[in-house]
Structures are given as C-alpha cells and as structure tokens.
C-alpha cells in the first residue's frame, strides 16, 4: 500500500511502523502514538500509517478515534479487504452493528464471490451476533476446492443458531470424516437434540477419547458431549464420572483465573451503590423502556426471553455486553474528575442520560424493529441500580432457580470464554452465593423495582406466570408467546437447542440424580446458608 502522489522510502517507513507495532505489543501506549504523530506529519495520507494510528488509539481504549483513522485508511486505498475487516471490527467495537454489516456486503461485493471474504463478510454478521446474516455468506462460501473444517464448522453453527439441527447435524458428520478429533464439532453435535438409544454417538465418543486429542481443549468438549449423552440415556452414574473428568480438565486450563477478586468486584459494587446513591436525582432520563432479564444462567432466562420475543410488540436483542461496556467507559470518564475513586464507586458519577442514549442506540441495532426490546445478558444482574438511573422505563425481570439445580446446570455446561468458575464445585457455590448477595443488596436499596420469577413456577404454570410476566413490563396479552412454533428469531445462548420446544419440566430437581459427586457443592451451598 502507497500514498498517492507521493513515493516515501518505504524501507524506512516500514522499519519505524514495525517499531511502533512493537510498542504497542510492549503495553507502550503513549510512545506509539508518539511515533504515529510524528509518522502522520511526514505522511498524512498514507494508508500503513493511518492504520497504524487507528491502532494506537484501541491502545488507549479510543475507538472513536480508531474508527476516524481506519475510515480515512479505507478512503485512500478503497476495496483492500484488510483494511474494511478492521474497519468492521471497530464499527462492532462502537456497537454500530448496522455500519459493520454494511462493511460486510462491501467486502462481498468487491471479492467477486472469493470464498475467504464470503467467510469475512460472515464473521462481521457473527460478530454483531447475527447468524441469520451470516448463513447465506457461509453457504456461497462452501465451494468445491474452497471447503474447510472451520468453514464447515461456521455453516453448522449457524444452521444450529437459526433453528435448523437437522441441517446442522448433517454437517458435522461430514466434518468429522473430515477431521475425526476436532473437539466442537463434537460437542455441538451432541447438543442438538436429545439423543436416545437408538441414536447417538456414545460408543464413538468414547472411541475418540480412547484413541486421544492433540490439545486438552478437544478432550474436555468430548468428555462434556459424552457426559450429555449418558445423562439423556439415564447412564447418570457414567454421566458424571465424564463430566467431573472434564470439568476438572477444563479447571486446570484456567490457571490464572482468580474468583477472589471478581467476588471483590461484586463488593465494591454493593459498597458504592448504596440507598444514597439510588437516590441521587438524574438529569434527562432516557424515554426508552427496554426489558432486561437477569440472573445466573441456565436458570431459564432464554425461556423468559422467547415469551416475550414471541411478542408482536418486542423484539429480542439477544446476549448484549453493551451495557456494562459503556457503562465502564462512562465509569473511567468519571474516574479523570474523582482519581481518588475505584471504577465501580466512579460509576456512581457516570453520565446516566448518556448511558441510557447510547446503550438504546447499540441495542436496537441488534434487535427487529419492534417497539420493545429484551436483553437476556445474565451478568446484568450486576448493574441493576446504574439500569435503574440510566433506564427509569426498563423493566428488570429476575430469575430464581432452586440453587442446587441451578449449579448443577452451571457446572455441566461447556462455555465457550464465559463464566470460569462453573468448572469448580467449591467455586462455583461461592460465586452463587455472591450472585445471591447482589440481588438482595438491589432488592433493599430498589425496593420493588425488579421482578423475581421462579423457574420452578414458570415451568409449573406456563400461562399464568406469562401473564404475570407480561402485565408486570407492560405488555398486553397475547397466547402467541406461549407457542413454540411462532420462534423465528435466532437464538446464539446455550439453550438454542431447547428454545422451540415446549416448555417442560423435565429439569426441576434433576440434580437429584447426582447427589453423592454433588454432595461437595451442597456442603458449600449450606455453609452459605443457602442450601
């Protein structure tokens, strides 16, 4: 790539971009950005070196001023695929999901069909966690002599997301003639659907784990495929021998992963929003009224979210990070005017009006254009007060499990970066126990302001608690979000597989069937006092 009208001795050039790179490997922020000043000076309009500035400023956690350099790169040499990827990739940074996508048919358009920007131009829609978008770039990218085990593996993963298991299924099969050992293939093939004893894979299971992975990670997802098969055969014994096996596994890849201080983190949370701070007036308060649905997860949040999803007047949004992402940004802005403060006090002194604007702005580009929208990221349950100051409208839907079967389903699930203490039984009933003290500490300072819905009562008395549901965000009545068929929205959370099927009560008390390798976890959950 060259500046036009200019011919820089590009040698040199490079050697002093390569210097700054190195810099920014080396956590040297500010001694980047001082060689992309001094680089922009000679060569203002050269694309290296305003890419290299727009990587300077996501050194400083500036992606507004990143996206102003990679943009000004993509005008001075346009159609070079690189160059738009890492535009996309700071668009979804901004949230700006509808910018992105229309990066991705760009880089489509302009690659004349190339299979690998086809598979580019997916990776943004999956970034702005939209399968649906992503699937036809998949399938045209699936060409005879252009096939590969990740692009395999994509195509099915979408095909899962959008509802299509069969479709799914079939390619992994494919995929693992291909590549016998690739470790999510079989895990995800083994969570499509329930298996049965006339079809499954648990003799070739066991196989794959007799003949080894080349990496750790590929044998605990065959440990954790195996270990559900056997729960749905009601083999629960060898069940969790394998999920214990991996979980275990898992745990010791983990190693620099400390519960202690996020459980400090829920504390100083707690400690700066207080009843005083609740209290504290807000300026021009956001209209919007979104539904956010919070809790642990695996304790039926998605289930809560396709009742509403379901709904003529509310579109789902899905998992979002957004609000705790702006939320932080907003929290180290305020920190400048209070040094002295941790960023969760900082937090108190956030830009509430703006939070509520710039969250709503993010999220309603990630759900359909209906007037309501749900969030079912589970970790808001953290942020419940600093929703309440920046959302005055939203409704905040809580769900409560019964704790052993709550863990229980934490601890035989396989995230994928997510929740690192699920895969310890001691750890995993401290951070309950913590999740616990949260919700009690919103529940006394925010009287009234959140809705506890028990899954027990939700699976028991599927209409009544919908009505329930319903009437407490807003909503008028309607028995479509009763109706499993009526899903057409795309689901990317660990319940995609359950999403379309009726609700059933299949998991309540089913940790029950695991007591004695559980029995360490209820010990821990009692010395809490919560078992």
């Known amino acids: 790539m060259t500046e036009r009208g200019a011919t820089p001795d590009l040698a040199s050039l490079r050697r002093r971009l390569g210097e700054g790179f190195e810099l920014i490997r080396r956590d040297q922020a500010a001694a980047a950005e001082a060689v992309a000043a001094e680089l922009r000076a000679a060569h203002p309009a050269h694309p290296e070196v305003l890419f290299f500035s727009c990587e300077t400023r996501l050194a400083h956690a500036d992606p507004e001023g990143a996206l102003a350099y990679i943009t000004a790169a993509v005008e001075a040499m346009p159609g070079v695929v690189p160059l738009l990827l890492r535009q996309a990739e700071v668009l979804v940074m901004l949230r700006r999901r509808n910018d992105a996508k229309a990066v991705a048919a760009r880089i489509a358009a302009l690659a004349d069909a190339d299979p690998q920007a086809l598979a580019h131009a997916a990776q943004i829609h999956n970034s702005c966690d939209d399968p649906a978008g992503a699937l036809p770039y998949l399938e045209r990218a699936r060409t005879p002599g252009h096939d590969s085990v990740p692009l395999r593996f994509d195509l099915a993963t979408a095909r899962h997301h959008v509802g299509d298991a069969e479709g799914a299924e079939r390619d992994l099969d494919e995929l693992l003639q291909l590549e ?59 069940s969790f021998a394998r999920l214990k096996e991996g979980a275990d596994l898992r745990r010791k890849m983990l190693a620099g992963y400390d519960l202690g201080a996020e459980l ?31 809790g642990m997860p695996r304790t039926g949040t998605t289930l809560v979210e396709r009742i509403f999803a379901r709904h003529p007047d509310c579109g789902s949004a899905g998992e979002l990070l957004d609000f705790g992402q702006v939320l932080g940004g907003l929290a180290r802005k305020a920190q400048a005017a209070h040094p002295e403060l941790g960023t969760a006090a900082a937090s108190v002194f956030a830009d509430f009006a703006l939070l509520g604007r710039e969250y709503v702005r993010g999220a309603r580009e990630a759900a359909p254009p209906r007037p309501r929208f749900v969030d079912k990221m589970p970790i808001n349950f953290l942020y419940c007060g600093p929703i309440r100051k920046a959302l005055p409208n939203a409704r905040i839907v809580h769900l409560v499990r019964e704790p052993m079967d709550t863990c229980y389903a934490v601890y035989k699930t396989l995230f994928n970066q997510a929740y690192p203490f699920s895969y310890d039984l001691a750890e995993l009933a401290d951070y309950y126990a913590g999740y616990r003290r949260m919700m009690d500490h919103w529940h006394a300072v925010m009287p009234g302001a959140i809705l506890d819905v028990r899954y027990e009562d939700l699976v028991s008395d599927p209409e009544g608690q919908a009505r329930r549901l319903l009437d407490g965000c807003g909503f008028a009545w309607d028995p479509v979000v009763l109706d499993p ?11 995609a597989a359950q999403v379309r099927e009726p609700i059933h009560a299949r998991s309540v008390r089913k940790w029950e069937q695991h007591a004695a390798g559980l029995e360490p976890l209820r010990r821990r959950l009692a010395e809490h006092g919560l078992a």
Request: hydrophobic share 45%; aromatic share 6%.
């Open 180 to 238: 016998p050992r690739f470790g999510p293939a079989l895990h995800l093939r083994s969570t499509l659907r329930r298996q049965t004893a006339q079809a499954n894979h648990v003799d070739e299971l066991e196989a794959r784990l007799a003949a080894g992975f080349p990496r750790e990670l590929g044998r605990v997802q065959c440990l954790y495929a195996l270990a559900k098969e056997l729960e749905d055969l009601g083999e629960a014994e060898r």
């Open 264 to 294: 400090a983190n829920f504390e100083a949370i707690r400690t700066a929003w207080d009843a005083s701070a609740m209290a504290r007036p807000v300026d021009g308060p956001e209209q919007a009224a979104p539904v956010f649905i919070v």
């Open 485 to 495: 068929a009526a899903d057409s929205q795309p689901s990317t959370t660990a319940s």
